[in-house]
């Protein structure tokens, strides 16, 4: 089965605070994407990767950075995070099926800025 | 852009009944996927369509998709309280790796 874990399930920052959020998935997939979740926005994509050091920007990538050092692991990182930052942020990793592409999700992580 | 529209966005049923999602595109989709949430959990894949007019089963779940490639539908009979979550389709996005959420339509049932 695939597996994708994410640092935290729930995480406290304050606003100003530099947040990193890790994303580690072992099966060796080549793309990772960052979302997040707010109600009645859906899934809306922040960043994604389809190779080491390689990074696109998503629908809503203003105030997010990303790094990919290694294939397994994608991280999120608020500059500066902001009381509007607070939200799910998931994040999963996609094979190839066919025609399209399956992606599996983190837990998420409940982020909340004060 | 591309985009994916769903409706409902909520949904309210008695156990028992039927439950139906639609999914619409404006531009034809080479496949459509379908995932389902749990409540305080994440999407989790449930399908994959990619033939015109593809009809596929899942115990009580029914997924079609359009002759015209352009809009998808989950149909599940009977529903249960297992079936509770939100239900989201995804198609393609502008490469080929990404894929494009529909807003998803929530689903509580009356037990």
């Known amino acids: 089965d695939v597996k994708v874990t994410q640092s935290s399930r729930y995480l406290v920052k304050r606003t100003g605070e530099k947040v990193f959020l890790e994303c580690v998935q072992d099966?060796?997939?080549?793309?990772m994407f960052w979302y997040r979740q707010d109600p009645g926005l859906g899934l809306r994509l922040i960043y994604f990767?389809?190779?080491?050091?390689?990074?696109e920007k998503g629908d809503i990538p203003e105030g997010y950075s990303v790094s990919r050092e290694k294939k397994e692991r994608f991280s999120l990182i608020l500059e500066s995070a902001s009381t509007n930052q607070t939200s799910m942020y998931l994040c999963?990793?996609?094979?190839?099926?066919?025609?399209?592409?399956?992606?599996?999700f983190g837990p998420g992580t409940r982020l909340t800025v004060t | 852009g591309q985009q994916v529209m769903q409706i409902p966005q909520y949904q309210h049923v008695q156990e028992g009944e039927d439950f139906t999602t639609y999914c619409n595109s404006s531009?034809?989709?080479?496949?459509i996927q379908w995932y389902k949430q749990r409540p305080g959990g994440h999407p989790v894949f449930l399908i994959q369509?990619?033939?015109?007019?593809e009809v596929k089963k899942q115990k009580r779940l029914t997924f079609q998709f359009g002759e015209a490639k352009k809009n998808s539908s989950l149909h599940i009979t009977a529903t249960q309280t297992t079936d509770v979550g939100t239900y989201f389709c995804?198609?393609?996005?502008?490469?080929?790796?990404?894929?494009?959420f529909g807003s998803g339509t929530r689903l509580s049932i009356r037990p």
């Open positions: 099966m060796d997939h080549e793309n």
């Open positions: 990767s389809y190779d080491v050091k390689m990074k």
């Open positions: 999963a990793s996609s094979r190839r099926v066919g025609l399209a592409y399956e992606q599996y």
């Open positions: 995804a198609g393609p996005g502008s490469s080929a790796s990404k894929i494009i």
């Open positions: 531009t034809t989709l080479s496949n």
């Open positions: 369509l990619v033939k015109s007019g």
